[in-house]
């Protein structure tokens, strides 16, 4: 491999001073993964986690290979050690290398955070028209989300009821549009809430109003003018009937156990809500919404290593945001305790 003309610093080394460029205000700052709090966390607890997962399944299996794989990937993401591109810039010469990424989907914040500004860049640009869009979420009683964390076929039937159940709504208040009008939506599924806790629930970024065809053959937008509050908070109880009565006749819950689910007092555990509208004109704004649906389990900017007890954080300072400390994690240490 040919020397490159500028050598880039060791990790650990103090970065060179940065080429006198004309007008320069941008500067690429090489991100270093060792550093982080969560890079020694897998490093040094990789091993162990595998084998009590390894020992806890009664099967011996553990955990997925995915996982497995996932997780040494990380650990060589970022790394110039693990292989690198180099980078020339043919008008003024100056090189640099660029460590290759792991492109994972479960692990790695940097490759997750790319990838969720892309999706949400792609489809700002590309694929949502300037028409106003709605976000909706659902989430559901604790009862039932295991079996949509081990069954894309069961969240996949909780999904299309819910997407049934928003287009009817949406043809009901959007005046004009006839019953077999159809809706433009995205879905995101997230299994994690704010604390790393599991909690499967849904994201849709849903245009705010239905299409249907007109007499003359074009394909005619009607907004959904008369959506109110109490149109979602009404959403929820059909939702809740439609996935009890699919839990039941699918034997995953009996009659007795769905029917007690029912009378639970207000919404049994379900909860829509659709309280977020952005104008179709508000680009930043709609890319922003795809931001945070596309998002990963965790940034790392939540987390926080004070003495070496690695905290979660919500996004502030520990002294003055919530924490949900990680247990039994230290960094910097072999095994932990």
């Not at 604790?142 to 049934?164: W, Y």
């Not at 005619?220 to 009937?241: I, K, M, N, T």
């Not at 039941?248 to 207000?266: C, F, I, P």
């Not at 659709?274 to 179709?280: D, F, L, M, N, Q």
């Amino acid at each position: 491999m040919a020397i490159p003309t500028q050598r880039l610093p060791r990790y650990g080394h103090h970065a060179p001073a940065t080429p006198d460029w004309p007008s320069s205000r941008h500067v690429y700052r090489p991100r270093r993964p060792t550093t982080t709090p969560l890079y020694p966390v897998v490093q040094h607890h990789l091993e162990t986690f595998l084998a009590q997962a390894t020992e806890s399944d009664p099967m011996g299996y553990g955990v997925p290979s995915w996982v497995e794989n996932d997780l040494r990937a990380y650990l060589r993401c970022g790394i110039l050690a693990h292989g690198f591109a180099r980078v020339r810039c043919e008008d003024c010469g100056h090189e640099r290398l660029l460590a290759f990424s792991c492109a994972t989907r479960g692990v790695c914040p940097s490759c997750n955070t790319r990838r969720m500004a892309e999706v949400a860049a792609h489809v700002t640009d590309h694929v949502l028209p300037h028409l106003p869009v709605r976000q909706w979420v659902l989430s559901l009683p604790k009862r039932l989300r295991p079996f949509l964390e081990g069954s894309p076929d069961i969240a996949g039937a909780v999904l299309r009821i819910f997407i049934r159940a928003v287009r009817t709504t949406l043809c009901r208040t959007s005046p004009g549009a006839p019953r077999d009008a159809q809706l433009g939506a995205l879905s995101f599924l997230h299994r994690f809430g704010s604390a790393l806790n599991a909690h499967f629930h849904f994201h849709l970024v849903v245009l705010d109003g239905v299409f249907a065809r007109a007499p003359d053959g074009e394909v005619r937008f009607h907004e959904a003018g008369l959506l109110q509050s109490d149109h979602w908070h009404e959403l929820q109880h059909v939702v809740q009937r439609r996935v009890l009565r699919y839990f039941r006749t699918h034997d995953l819950l009996d009659e007795a156990d769905a029917y007690g689910m029912l009378s639970w007092q207000g919404s049994g555990g379900f909860s829509i809500d659709a309280s977020v509208r952005i104008e179709g004109e508000d680009r930043a704004g709609v890319e922003r919404l795809l931001r945070y649906c596309a998002r990963p389990p965790f940034a790392l900017e939540r987390l926080y290593a004070p003495g070496g007890i690695v905290s979660l954080g919500s996004g502030h300072p520990p002294e003055v945001g919530r924490q949900a400390r990680l247990p039994a994690v230290r960094a910097g240490t072999r095994r932990p305790h």
